[in-house]
């Protein structure tokens, strides 16, 4: 090139063949002063690509602070887009990481990359500033490419987004021919797209013309959600944009593009509808895996009651039998007992098969069904006292009875010349509170806990009592002294 007959740059390796030639693209900013009025610039070209006399160079004329201050401009706003990509692709990945299930941000996180690559080899080509060195028909090449990368991803994102919306047929057509078209720009010469870079837009348009229908005829009986409309919007967009650039509104003539604006508008609106889809579908796994654990638990509950109930101790059993041998001579007597037990294994099996709260009421009548038969074994060594001035409130079934025994069996039953054991009930402003009291043998409660013996139907009453109506239970002992179970249950509980 040469400005008033002086030489100003050489580009370029010309030759004779295709093959041979070398082409560069590179911006310059240069002064020339009028000289008679007039500036004489001369272009030489002499290479394949230029035998039909064209130089292939853009221009610009101007003040010179106009121009610089244009291009300054440019090469600003390019920097901003190719960051807001890349930012909205770090948010998009975090989002993956958070939510790997949800691969629409995966594919999203993609697209920003690919499209900040775009920014850079288009229009000003500011990573040509950055890599000067990078051959001319790699960036050609890496600009046509990134058309049929981005129908893919388009493709996934709005799989991801719409499950089920877009047919296999259609999802397969759409990436073979964008794959078909990878391939081509591989294998064949960068200078078969030249000309045709414009035609990249349309493609796109296309594919996003062609996946839209089905998106909309899908979700015509499903409720769509917020991010889907978000999408949609989008993609209206996108559409609109590409077609515009297509040069498809021949008869309307604009000086701007809109692609980049609305790519920047759609890569906005992916990443809300992302977001938003993201907050859903991480609520509802905790929601889902908040009910899971629950059951599991409730489950886990139940199999522990299950155990507990099946492991009744046959000792009982049998004393009572014999009682009720001995008590034979009197039938009258015999008769009673026999029903009291009965009476109690009914209750016992009720128990098992139902796992809800009970009124205390029904409780307390087991209760006092098997305190009957223990009173028939123990006779004048076992007093009874009752102090109920509390009944109506729920709690799991068996859940005094065992403390019950416990005190019969391990407190006054143990206790030379026996001992008296009281079943009291109260309640405060916010509770009920139960205890079960004995005068027995007691036991050093810290001894106990250290003994490494199995106390497992004690927790399983406190696990069941926390688990199923929120209660709680507390047991102190004293050697000589005796023990005292407490159950305290919130009011308020319902079965």
Not at 102 to 114: E, H, P, Q, R
Not at 181 to 187: D, E, G, L, M, P
Not at 337 to 359: C, G, M, T, W
Request: glycine residues 8%.
């Amino acid at each position: 090139m040469y400005i008033n007959g002086k030489w100003l740059f050489t580009e370029g390796q010309p030759a004779t063949t295709r093959e041979g030639e070398r082409s560069t693209e590179k911006y310059y900013l240069f002064t020339a002063q009028p000289q008679g009025g007039a500036i004489d610039i001369l272009i030489q070209t002499s290479s394949f690509s230029n035998i039909d006399s064209s130089s292939g160079m853009g221009w610009y004329f101007g003040e010179y602070g106009m121009l610089h201050t244009y291009f300054a401009r440019q090469t600003a706003i390019d920097i901003i887009v190719m960051a807001w990509y890349l930012i909205a692709a770090l948010v998009a990945l975090l989002l993956l990481l958070a939510l790997p299930a949800y691969k629409a941000n995966g594919w999203l996180t993609l697209l920003c990359i690919l499209w900040s690559i775009r920014t850079g080899i288009k229009g000003y080509r500011l990573l040509l500033t950055l890599f000067p060195y990078f051959e001319w028909p790699i960036i050609y090449k890496s600009e046509i490419l990134t058309s049929p990368l981005t129908i893919i991803l388009f493709v996934l994102i709005l799989n991801s987004s719409f499950p089920g919306a877009l047919p296999k047929w259609v999802r397969g057509g759409l990436i073979g021919a964008a794959g078909a078209f990878v391939i081509a720009i591989f294998v064949l010469p960068w200078e078969r797209f030249l000309g045709h870079s414009s035609y990249t837009n349309m493609i796109i348009y296309l594919a996003l013309a062609v996946m839209l229908p089905f998106i909309l005829f899908s979700m015509r009986k499903v409720r769509i959600t917020v991010p889907q409309i978000i999408i949609l919007a989008g993609v209206c967009m996108s559409i609109f944009a590409f077609a515009w650039d297509a040069n498809y509104f021949r008869h309307v003539s604009f000086l701007f593009a809109f692609t980049q604006p609305m790519m920047l508008a759609f890569s906005l609106f992916m990443l809300t509808s992302t977001i938003l889809a993201t907050m859903q579908k991480t609520v509802a796994q905790e929601v889902l895996l908040a009910q899971t654990v629950k059951r599991q638990e409730q489950e886990l509950m139940d199999a522990r009651v299950s155990v507990m109930l099946s492991q009744i101790q046959p000792h009982f059993l049998y004393n009572s039998l014999t009682a009720i041998a001995e008590a034979c001579e009197d039938s009258p007597k015999a008769q009673g007992a026999i029903l009291d037990f009965s009476a109690y294994l009914r209750n016992n099996l009720e128990s098992v098969k139902s796992q809800k709260l009970i009124p205390f009421a029904k409780e307390l009548a087991h209760i006092e069904t098997y305190l009957k038969l223990e009173k028939l074994r123990f006779e004048n060594q076992l007093n009874l006292v009752y102090d109920i001035a509390a009944k109506a409130f729920l709690l799991p079934a068996l859940t005094v009875q065992p403390l019950v025994e416990n005190a019969v069996k391990h407190g006054v039953g143990k206790k030379k010349g026996g001992g008296t054991v009281t079943i009291a009930t109260a309640q405060t402003d916010a509770a009920f509170v139960i205890t079960i009291s004995d005068d027995g043998v007691g036991f050093d409660v810290n001894e106990q806990e250290a003994d490494g013996g199995n106390h497992t139907g004690i927790k399983n009453i406190s696990q069941r009592l926390e688990a199923q109506c929120g209660g709680t239970l507390a047991i102190t002992s004293a050697k000589g002294v005796g023990t005292t179970a407490t159950i305290t249950i919130a009011k308020g509980v319902r079965a």
